[in-house]
């Protein structure tokens, strides 16, 4: 199983982007996916959480901006993102509990980098 990132850019503030992450490999389901981040010096940081079934949730500092949506037939989470701030710059990664022949996994995908300057 992967999870591939993509999407990333630099774009001024106030600007929008679309991060995407497929799901790919031999799989029974995908639990709840979802999307982090981590800006230099820093930890990793809950971004947004979507289950199989469409609940969300997010961060409060992404709250309004950011949307978070899958499409359970492509095996694809994403990550829309609207007024761009450059306290938003980091790798973005994505996560998914993953069940394939065994108990549930937690898969990361690679990382994609967002900049975004003032």
């Known amino acids: 199983v992967q999870l591939q990132a993509s999407g990333g850019g630099l774009v001024q503030a106030g600007g929008s982007l679309r991060l995407s992450c497929a799901a790919s490999g031999s799989m029974f389901s995908i639990n709840t996916m979802g999307w982090y981040r981590q800006a230099p010096g820093r930890q990793r940081d809950l971004v947004a959480t979507?289950?199989?079934?469409?609940?969300?949730s997010y961060a409060d500092s992404v709250k309004g901006r950011f949307t978070v949506s899958r499409d359970n037939a492509k095996n694809t989470l994403y990550l829309q993102m609207h007024s761009l701030k450059p306290e938003d710059t980091a790798v973005y990664y994505c996560?998914?509990?993953?069940?394939?022949?065994?108990?549930?996994?937690?898969?990361w995908g690679q990382g994609t980098q967002v900049t975004v300057s003032s």
């Open positions: 979507i289950t199989s079934g469409g609940t969300t």
């Open positions: 996560n998914a509990g993953i069940r394939t022949w065994g108990p549930t996994v937690n898969y």
